[in-house]
């Protein structure tokens, strides 16, 4: 079925026309992002074997409104019909991720070739519309059944991971001009193993560092299993968020350092320098550290920043201590062990998720990178920069008017191009994300798209942002 796209509207922006944004290079890329869970559905379909999402999302409690990502977005079936929404877009690329285990059902061992078919039809359906793959090795979705036996916390994940990356890349490096390998370890490992909000739903605290590690070296082997495979333009996708201390005293300032040294150095530094950035972290790292690090810090041909709001960090006052708005995942309770509590940004508007709209942040992040790591820093790229609205269809005449997001994304790339004017080197921007999505622990309740789907019927409405976000890309070329 090809969707109806929206048409010319007398007012697209349902509200006062943001003036134009400055010009951006012409080859500069622009794209949209989603992740393979959160929009194929299909879960059992072809072969396909559990991930950990699978079984978080059965556990009770695990989801916030209880739903389940059998369906998705359903668009495994439907991808012909996104693809369709890309192109009406026209976008330059796309950013999916291969689920591994729809590849790999155990995470290793025979290939399922019915699963890889489906990107193969996906790449080629992409290409045909003249947009480029951009696919994500591993975007969460573990295989269960390596999870079983340790999953980021066993070494031998690391290798079953580039024995995987080999696979696809054998299948698609012919018509793929852009890899990421992981996205986002951080989110994995602190939320994941460190405090049990997100699958696997361990709670180890500093003991989930080894996942740091091994997501790092899989990174690394993965970086060189692409290259053997005769794959082009690699790099990886990262978290980060600049850190406000909450105040002027040392306990805050040092507070604030230890979270950024967590969520935000620990990954980036081995990959671009090729150390961690304290010898005491590097102590807590299993295996042949220093070796590891040398894979690890393989050069990339860029690198990409996933980028939603500053985050507030201040020393912890009391034992109930809770994630508020100024943190990256608002509502997620800490643990009251650790040596830092997240703090509320005031002044701000938020998001129907709670996050602080902070546009600036990400100009005071990527020119903060920009100083800190200087020429070893590759291009950049950001590849996810995104709000949750929960704008739904005019009941009368279907139209979902976001002014809201038109906003979000207007602030954002005014922000990214003051970077660029700084200097920093920055070859794109992926929007998360195309569809409204199984957004992992809240399931439905928050939308990221510029389409609207209903969860019922699937069917898709592209939302006043699109529109804007089209005219964005026709006006940059």
């Keep these: 079925m ?25 080859d500069f890329l622009w794209g949209v992002s989603a992740s393979a ?4 559905g299909a879960a059992t379909a072809d072969g396909r074997g559990p991930s950990v ?21 359903g668009h495994y079936e439907r991808y012909r019909e996104d693809v369709a929404l890309m192109a009406g877009l026209g976008i330059g690329a796309y950013r999916f991720s291969v689920s591994w285990p729809r590849v790999l059902p155990d995470g290793h061992g025979p290939v399922n070739r019915a699963g890889l078919d489906f990107y193969d039809r996906l790449v080629d359906e992409l290409c045909a519309r003249g947009i480029a793959p951009a696919p994500t090795l591993f975007h969460w979705d573990t295989p269960l059944a390596l999870e079983e036996r340790g999953g980021w916390l066993n070494r031998d994940t690391a290798e079953r991971f580039a024995a995987y990356a080999s696979v696809v890349a054998e299948r698609l490096a012919d018509r793929v001009p852009m890899w990421i390998t992981v996205n986002e370890p951080a989110e994995v490992t602190l939320l994941g193993y460190g405090i049990g909000e997100h699958a696997p739903g361990r709670r180890l605290l500093f003991d989930a560092l080894p996942a740091a590690h091994h997501q790092l070296l899989a990174h690394g082997l993965g970086v060189q299993a692409l290259r053997a495979a005769g794959a082009q333009r690699i790099g990886i996708a990262a978290s980060h968020s600049p850190v ?3 105040g002027d005293g040392e306990e805050d300032r040092a507070a604030a350092e230890l979270y950024d040294l967590l969520a935000n150095r620990m990954f980036a530094d081995p990959v671009l320098t090729g150390s961690y950035p304290d010898e005491g972290m590097a102590a807590m790292m299993p295996g042949p550290v220093a070796e590891d690090l040398r ?7 860029w690198y990409g ?3 939603y709001n500053p985050v507030r960090v201040g020393a912890p006052k009391r034992a109930d201590t809770r994630a508020e708005g100024g943190s990256s995942y608002a509502g997620i309770r800490l643990p009251p ?21 902070v546009p600036d942040g990400l100009r005071e992040l990527l020119t903060g990178m920009h100083r800190r790591y200087g020429d070893r820093l590759p291009p950049l790229y950001v590849t996810e920069n995104g709000c949750s609205y929960g704008d739904a269809p ?45 957004e992992w622990a809240e399931g439905h309740r928050q939308r990221f798209g510029l389409v609207h789907v209903d969860y019922a019927t699937l069917r898709r409405t592209p939302k006043d942002s699109y529109a804007w976000y089209r005219g964005v890309i026709r006006r940059g070329r």
């Design 37 to 40: 869970f959160q929009v194929e």
């Design 337 to 357: 062990e650790l040596p830092f509590a997240m703090q509320e940004i005031e002044g701000y508007e938020r998001t129907d998720f709670g996050w602080p709209v």
């Design 53 to 73: 999402w699978d079984a978080f999302t059965r556990r009770p409690g695990g989801i916030r409104d209880g739903t389940l990502a059998e369906t998705a977005c």
């Design 394 to 438: 005019d009941p009368v005449t279907g139209r979902v008017a976001d002014a809201r997001r038109i906003a979000y994304h207007d602030g954002h790339l005014r922000a990214l191009h003051r970077a660029m004017e700084e200097g920093v080197d920055v070859r794109g921007y992926f929007v998360w994300s195309i569809l409204d999505n199984f």
């Design 305 to 307: 920043v996933n980028y």
């Design 2 to 26: 090809t969707p109806r796209l929206p048409g010319p509207r007398p007012d697209p922006l349902a509200g006062p026309r943001p003036a134009p944004l400055p010009e951006f290079p012409s």
């Design 244 to 246: 406000w201390a909450a």
């Design 295 to 301: 894979t690890i810090s393989a050069p990339l041909d």
